[in-house]
């Protein structure tokens, strides 16, 4: 069974762009959370989408944004790029019950200059 | 007061060695409890969960969950130098998993 998987690992950006990360979550998985990992702050966690709906979101700025398509596939976006945006953005995919945790992918290393 | 407390070592023990990795945390809402291992660059994975109060054991490793108290536990017994990575402990109630931040363990051998 084919794990979570998170495209690409490493990019590298300078401020101001716009940067696209996508997710592809586990076969029949409908739940896609996203969190971004920092050494000060830990997981934060910036949105969940289920069914394409956007379920929750965290407390970060209108900069980050995200979707989900049809086949549970999501993206996020996250526009005029920061050097605070650096981090390690997390996909994780969930069945209907997430109650028992969450599949992570193994991130994408974003780095803005 | 952040919902999930956990001391982010870093700890550092000899093999074999019993391990305790512990989080508070503030919300009585929350019902279910997980403890994820975190390798470098990679991402969290499951080790455990469970949802009511008390132990649960699964090889080497114990879970406990004080709920009276809002205190969580892992315990690695006969610790080795493959379990050196970081271990968050992860809360949820009718919430999006809130993470702690994670502590650092090293397994020297």
């Known amino acids: 069974k084919a794990g979570v998987t998170q495209t690409p690992r490493y990019l590298i950006k300078t401020r101001g762009q716009q940067v696209t990360l996508s997710c592809s979550p586990i076969?029949?998985?409908?739940?896609v959370s996203w969190y971004q990992q920092t050494p000060g702050q830990g997981l934060q966690f910036l949105f969940e989408y289920f069914s394409e709906t956007q379920r929750n979101k965290g407390n970060f700025p209108g900069r980050f944004s995200g979707r989900q398509f049809s086949n549970s596939r999501s993206e996020m976006n996250v526009s005029t790029l920061e050097l605070g945006d650096s981090a390690l953005y997390l996909c994780?995919?969930?069945?209907?019950?997430?109650?028992?945790?969450?599949?992570f992918g193994s991130g994408t290393r974003l780095t803005v200059v | 007061q952040k919902e999930v407390e956990q001391d982010p070592g870093p700890l550092s023990v000899p093999e074999g060695a019993i391990v305790s990795l512990n989080c508070t945390y503030s919300?009585?809402?929350?019902?279910?409890f997980m403890w994820y291992r975190q390798y470098s660059r990679k991402g969290p994975e499951l080790l455990m969960y469970t949802y009511s109060s008390g132990n649960k054991e699964d090889g080497r490793f114990t879970a406990q969950v004080d709920k009276s108290s809002k205190y969580i536990s892992l315990f690695i017994r006969d610790s080795q130098p493959s379990d050196s990575a970081t271990y968050l402990c992860?809360?949820?109630?009718?919430?999006?998993?809130?993470f702690g931040k994670g502590t650092r363990l090293s397994v020297i051998a």
């Open positions: 919300n009585s809402a929350f019902q279910y």
């Open positions: 994780a995919s969930s069945g209907e019950d997430s109650y028992y945790g969450y599949t």
């Open positions: 992860a809360i949820k109630g009718n919430t999006p998993l809130v």
């Open positions: 076969s029949g998985h409908r739940s």
